[in-house]
């Protein structure tokens, strides 16, 4: 099993730019989250989807969209990229009653110009 | 609302001396507590979780935790490191959201750093 991927690896975007972070999981996990980790701050909760179909937004979800495709992937979405947004991105995953354990990615590191 | 302190933000030891890394908490309900490890450049991994039940808890590779409600804390401890031990550690407290869904809350994060 890889567990949970995260593409890409690196991206650097200019302020205004759209991408999309993607993320899959090959664990059967319902659950599904998106964080940001910025130094000094720890990890704060972007969105996350409890199961397929839902979506729900975190502590910090202003400037950011998700996307649940499927019970597998789970995408994150900066529409107008800012520097504020410049930080690691990590996907995670938990399993039914277990929520709290959660899988984490090797993280997306996006610079924002 | 639920918070978590972690003490020390960087953490120099030698290898096979003894270490203690701090957290403390805040919560007005009961509280699931955890310790994540991130090596670098990788994504954080379970190092080891306290639900209920014995206040010390293990992980596989010798670190010990041990939760004290009377101090809200849930310092981490090994009596014993080596250089591969050099991570970043993360200290984190359940919480009630929204839709009756627990997150997480993480701490800032203690860099544990190994000499030789």
């Known amino acids: 099993n890889a567990g949970v991927t995260q593409t890409p690896k690196f991206q650097v975007l200019k302020t205004g730019q759209s991408m999309t972070l993607q993320c899959a999981q090959d664990?059967?996990?319902?659950?599904m989250y998106w964080y940001r980790q910025d130094p000094g701050m720890g990890l704060r909760l972007i969105y996350y989807?409890?199961?397929?179909?839902?979506?729900d937004k975190g502590e910090v979800p202003n400037g950011y969209n998700v996307s649940r495709l499927n019970k597998r992937e789970f995408s994150l979405r900066l529409e107008s990229a800012a520097p504020s947004q410049t930080s690691v991105y990590f996907c995670a995953s938990s399993s039914p009653g277990q929520t709290l354990d959660q899988y984490f990615g090797p993280g997306t590191r996006l610079l924002v110009l | 609302a639920q918070s978590v302190t972690q003490l020390d933000s960087q953490v120099p030891v030698f290898e096979e001396a003894p270490v203690e890394l701090r957290c403390n908490y805040s919560s007005s309900v009961s509280v699931y507590l955890f310790w994540y490890v991130q090596y670098p450049n990788q994504g954080l991994q379970l190092l080891l979780k306290?639900?209920?039940?014995?206040?010390l808890v293990e992980s596989i590779n010798g670190f010990e935790a041990e939760f004290n409600k009377s101090q809200t804390s849930f310092h981490l401890r090994k009596p014993s490191v080596h250089i591969s031990d050099t991570a970043e550690y993360f200290c984190a407290v359940s919480a009630p959201f929204r839709g009756g869904y627990n997150k997480l809350i993480f701490g800032a994060g203690t860099r544990l750093a190994v000499h030789p």
């Open positions: 989807s409890a199961s397929e179909g839902t979506t």
């Open positions: 306290y639900l209920s039940g014995s206040t």
């Open positions: 664990m059967n996990h319902n659950s």
